[in-house]
């Protein structure tokens, strides 16, 4: 959820692929010193002393080993590049949004009951629903408490861990969930919308008057829990989220920028147009241009409640695709491809970009040929040096006056 930093990077900001692996990334290295059943006893004590029964803690802990694999895995994640149409095209797929839609029929007054509560629409509950789990078809495999205590015993994010572990052994004191329930990802993410521990604690809701918060099981919980959740980030009622547009024309490209708002009016008169060419409301209501594939590729203006989305996943890519969807549930038409031929940039071409951005003095963050956002604010600056069209997009016109340098 709050797409724990795992889920941030399983979609760092170009990213995800199925398809072919381009590259890995690997974590600064550190050392367990101690043994994990020292360790484990150390942190039974703590949760004792936290109020946690004693039965709690035997049920949830008796016999645990730690997962060798896991910790393996946290250290070395592997990422591919690939467009954001292509990201779009995997994740924003026609069979979940009609399994979406269908979904908000079915669940049609659970979704009104949330709005009205929380103030967040349906189509955004379900598109949370469908990228995480497909509506409950993907949620995990493993058994979360031992990815939780092997991740909490690792050196390297132990104290974020050690508290996910204590929240995961405190929904199952108040009785949400049983040990042998918690089943989910590596990361120890649970439930349909994939919580956190310490987000299901603090989030989770019993919608369905059992007396449990069950989200792994009830879609009741899992609407008005993934509803309280977008709420306590700042979801604002009744306001947009995203919207694909169309440019008519060139304007400041350096103002397309998530960091940049203007009010609609102001993209009004730089030519900005709704996506079947009526005119932007010329209201006051702020907006920030998007540009994933430059000025040629699909064009978005972001309004204040997409800040949400990147607090639930800190990927551009991850955040833009997730709104997209759920204005697509909303009524929107498919994607456009933009306004013309966006070029292709791979992993080794991204490489040789940061190299060249590097020598420039425009970039010194890691040669990794992940097109993230300190690349892409090296782009702006070197288009803008150059009297280029500054989106923050790479042209092989910009690598060659790089090369010249």
């Known amino acids: 959820m709050l797409r724990a930093f795992s889920r941030a990077l399983a979609f760092i900001s170009v990213l995800v692929s199925i398809s072919a692996p381009l590259g890995s990334i690997a974590f600064a290295a550190c050392e367990n010193t101690g043994s994990f059943d020292r360790w484990l006893a150390e942190f039974r004590r703590e949760a004792a002393a936290e109020g946690i029964s004693q039965r709690t803690i035997s049920a949830a802990l008796d016999g645990m080993t730690l997962d060798r694999g896991i910790i393996a895995r946290d250290r070395r994640q592997t990422f591919f590049a690939q467009s954001f149409l292509d990201v779009v095209n995997k994740l924003a797929t026609n069979n979940r949004i009609q399994n979406g839609r269908k979904a908000m029929q079915r669940h049609q007054a659970v979704f009104q009951r949330a709005e009205r509560q929380y103030g967040v629409p349906a189509p955004v509950i379900t598109a949370f629903w469908a990228l995480e789990s497909d509506f409950g078809v993907g949620m995990g495999k493993l058994p979360v408490l031992r990815s939780l205590a092997t991740l909490a015993y690792d050196c390297r994010r132990g104290d974020m861990f050690r508290k996910e572990l204590m929240a995961a052994l405190k929904i199952i004191d108040r009785g949400d969930l049983r040990p042998s ?28 008057g059992d007396g449990r918060r069950d989200l792994l099981n009830s879609p009741a919980d ?39 708002k203007h009010p609609r009016a102001q993209w009004a008169r730089w030519g900005v147009t709704q996506r079947d060419g009526r005119p932007l409301p010329r209201d006051n209501m702020p907006a920030s241009l998007l540009l994933p594939m430059g000025r040629n590729g699909p064009a978005f203006l972001a309004y204040p409640n997409f800040d949400v989305y990147l ?14 969807l759920a204005t697509r549930l909303d009524g929107a038409p498919p994607l456009s491809r933009g306004r013309g031929p966006v070029e292709p940039f791979g992993m080794a071409e991204t490489k040789e970009l940061q190299q060249l951005l590097r020598r420039a003095g425009l970039y010194n963050e890691s040669i990794d040929g992940i097109m993230g956002a300190g690349t892409r604010a090296a782009i702006k600056a070197a288009q803008i040096k150059f009297g280029l069209p500054a989106d923050g997009y790479p042209s092989r016109e910009l690598v060659e006056r790089l090369r010249r340098l």
């Open 222 to 260: 899992v609407i008005g829990s993934t509803a309280a959740f977008l709420a306590s980030l700042g979801w604002r009622r009744g306001e947009p989220w995203l919207h694909e547009v169309v440019l008519t024309g060139d304007l400041p490209w350096k103002e397309a920028d998530l960091a940049v």
């Open 311 to 324: 607090k639930w996943n800190q990927s551009l890519y991850y955040s833009i695709t997730a709104a997209y």
């Open 181 to 208: 329930q918690m089943i989910g990802s590596w990361a120890g993410e649970l439930g349909q919308t994939q919580f956190l521990p310490t987000h299901y604690l603090a989030h989770a809701v019993d919608y369905d």
